[in-house]
């Protein structure tokens, strides 16, 4: 612990499915590192992520306060730590609430991190967001590599397009747990996407997909990615430390609004000041290019009509115009068609720069 | 960039080797005893249970008539091929009987069926590793102290299986039933750069003891829960799919085609009884990744490829997959390969 004259200081430490992370708040300045994850004891992570510490900090680190974050699994076994422990859940919830104040509405922290790979998902739920033929043996062989390493990264293009398609099963089973085919997200929800793949992830428009196959975003919701996979380490942080003074917001990135219309044929009009129409048909999605301004979205339909108002933050306005559920199915030529279809209708001129992915 | 660190053989590894009665029974050796490989640790007793003889409907005879035609009484022993029953037939013309196929004591006799008792049989329990005696579980169980080759790979399946060592196959091809033969029967068969189906039931038909794969398919491996109870046991060197063995390791798994081995699917660890002086392996969990290293490509398209680091790049590179990392060089004996520092693992041999 700190002597008498060290600078206060917190460590935070969270282990995590695949790294352990750990990130230190001292002088008003916040640092991070992280360690790849070590099969085994815990205390082989911890001593593995200090020695990250030391060299990225310097080895006269010595924190007058510790907190420690874990899966709920293993909270016991961070409990013989000298430090404070905090579960996931309250992590997430303490850095959700910074961020509702932060962003100026009410905010959803969407963590798909490698532990979504410990879920059993049948080959063929994952397989039907393959824009190409895949043998489902593979698939079974590739999840399972997967669950006994899931620190890996994807090398090829078809272990980057299933390891996107674990993600999307994943958010579907959310919804599942819950009862409803999709998650739904609520009315004017900032949605902060992190952890694993999706915060690294090349190309902002596969991130699109991955959240407008597997969401329904009925009233519209922003899209945030937290490009440096932090914001669970920054949460457990604040879960003890509430008076933490550190604009997190500026590692995030506004990659635009979605939102899911009815699927019906019908037309768009929008603009804050000069009006524009187009016209949807069912299973179109569509780029509306608006800038920092909040618009005014009309959508009529044959037979009814909704006002929406959002913000896309100069990054557009995205309206997915498909049905519910999607109607893709394994091995279906078909499917595969639609899948790039979608795909190549996300990639606009914003969704198509690329991710640094270096963190 | 810390990396994990495995030790995938470890020569003459001090190891705790439980050798368990196949049922209760008398343990013969005490603890502090030096055994050798085939010195008797104990005898189960194992009862084959008790066989009923229908003999009224065998002969056509009434319940009376069986109990009048009884050579031997209830709680008597009767001995294999000893006559049981007699009894006359066709007015008295023709003498039938039933001789025991079974060694026991008649234990009841109903309805003109008569039961016997088996005698149980005594089942020797060999060492099979060489070493001192470390804890007895009277009537149970023997652990003992042994020094043994010892090669871990990254998953498995079954608890401790016993058997000698049987290499087959060829390392970079799908081993195929037409591999294994009798003489396989009742050893750990090791071979395969994925082991098929078919494979699999002719290894239960023929009671092979267990096998160790440098690769399978899922969902190959999870059928092992199930036929655990069959007593097959599994060890997965490399990984799940089509991975082609390592070269030296088959070479070294050739050399100790033979030996005695304990296959521990639950800690995916095969131990090979080798003999002599050992000491425990001690290998620190991670350590800096440094040229010179050497690694294994632990998921993807180079699956299970070992080879020495012979560059760590300074800046990072772009994958296929889109992503940037860095990526570390590595010599291998089929060319060199680049690969993200995350998809390694240290080996320390």
Not at chain 1, 103 to 119: K, Q, R
Not at chain 1, 273 to 299: C, F, M, S
Not at chain 2, 202 to 210: D, E, Q, Y
Not at chain 2, 216 to 228: G, K, W
Request: hydrophobic content about 40%; proline content about 3%.
């Amino acid at each position: 612990m700190a002597s008498q004259t060290a600078p206060e200081s917190t460590l935070a430490v969270i282990f995590g499915q695949a790294v352990t992370r750990a990130m230190l708040w001292q002088d008003g300045q916040l640092r991070s590192t992280f360690a790849l994850r070590i099969p085994g004891e815990l205390s082989y992570n911890l001593a593995a992520v200090g020695r990250e510490v030391e060299k990225s900090f310097g080895k006269g680190i010595d924190p007058s306060k510790v907190i420690v974050c874990g899966p709920s699994s293993e909270l016991d076994r961070l409990k013989d730590l000298d430090a404070t422990v905090v579960t996931e859940e309250k992590a997430v919830a303490a850095a959700e609430k910074y961020l509702t104040a932060k962003l100026g509405g009410p905010t959803a922290i969407l963590d798909v991190g490698p532990s979504a790979y410990l879920d059993h998902f049948p080959a063929d739920q994952i397989s039907r967001w393959l824009p190409f033929i895949v043998n489902l043996t593979d698939v079974e062989n590739h999840l399972a590599n997967k669950r006994d390493y899931p620190r890996v990264i994807p090398v090829t293009e078809h272990e980057y397009e299933l390891d996107l398609a674990v993600a999307r099963q994943a958010i579907i089973k959310l919804g599942e747990r819950q009862g409803k085919d999709y998650l739904e997200v609520e009315d004017g929800l900032n949605l902060v996407v992190t952890g694993g793949l999706l915060s690294g992830i090349p190309k902002i428009a596969d991130l699109l997909a991955v959240l407008l196959d597997s969401f329904v975003f009925r009233s519209g919701a922003r899209i945030y990615l937290d490009k440096e996979c932090r914001l669970t380490a920054f949460g457990t942080l604040l879960a003890e430390e509430e008076g933490v003074d550190y604009d997190y917001t500026q590692h995030l990135e506004l990659v635009g609004a979605a939102v899911h219309l009815a699927g019906e044929e019908g037309s768009v009009t929008f603009g804050a000041h000069d009006k524009q129409k187009l016209a949807i048909a069912p299973g179109d999605i569509v780029h509306l290019p608006v800038g920092e301004e909040t618009v005014q979205i009309r959508v009529s339909y044959r037979k009814s009509s909704e006002k929406l108002e959002l913000s896309g933050g100069g990054a557009g306005i995205y309206l997915d115009n498909r049905l519910r559920p999607l109607d893709i199915v394994s091995g279906s030529k078909d499917s595969m068609a639609r899948v790039a279809g979608w795909r190549k209708a996300l990639e606009t001129e914003k969704a198509e720069e690329g991710n640094d992915t270096s963190s | 960039m810390i990396l994990p660190v495995k030790r995938r053989v470890a020569e003459k590894e001090e190891v705790l080797i439980t050798r368990r009665l196949v049922a209760p029974g008398k343990i013969v050796v005490r603890v502090g005893d030096k055994v050798s490989e085939e010195d008797i640790l104990g005898t189960a007793e194992v009862s084959s249970g008790v066989k009923e003889i229908d003999l009224a409907s065998m002969f056509g005879v009434s319940a009376e008539d069986v109990e009048k035609g009884l050579v031997k009484e209830v709680g008597q022993a009767v001995a294999r091929d000893e006559v049981l029953f007699q009894v006359k037939k066709m007015l008295g013309l023709r003498r039938a009987e039933y001789t025991s196929s079974v060694e026991g004591t008649i234990s009841d006799v109903r309805d003109g069926v008569v039961s016997i008792k088996s005698n149980p049989t005594e089942v020797p329990l060999k060492a099979g590793f060489a070493g001192v005696v470390e804890k007895v579980y009277e009537g149970e169980a023997v652990e003992i102290k042994a020094v043994a080759t010892t090669i871990r790979g990254v998953n498995g399946f079954g608890k401790l299986h016993f058997g000698e060592i049987k290499v087959v196959g060829r390392g970079n091809e799908i081993l195929l039933p037409q591999d294994l033969d009798s003489d396989c029967s009742g050893k750990i068969v090791v071979g395969g750069a994925l082991l098929a189906a078919d494979t699999i039931e002719k290894a239960l038909a023929i009671n092979v003891v267990g096998f160790v794969t440098s690769g399978i398919n899922f969902r190959e491996a999870v059928s092992f829960s199930t036929r655990e109870k069959a007593g097959l046991g599994l060890l997965i060197l490399e990984g799940y799919g089509l991975c082609s063995f390592d070269k030296e390791l088959l070479e070294l798994l050739a050399k100790l085609d033979g030996h005695y081995a304990a296959l521990d699917g639950e800690e995916a660890v095969l131990m090979v009884a080798t003999g002599g002086q050992g000491g425990k392996s001690a290998s620190q969990p991670w350590r800096e990744l440094k040229t010179g290293d050497a690694v294994r490509v632990v998921d993807g398209v180079e699956l299970g490829k070992i080879g020495k680091v012979s560059k760590i790049e300074a800046g990072e590179g772009a994958l296929p997959s889109g992503l940037t990392t860095k990526l570390i060089k590595i010599e291998t004996k089929e060319g060199d390969i680049s690969i993200p520092w995350q998809n390694l693992e240290i080996l320390d041999n």
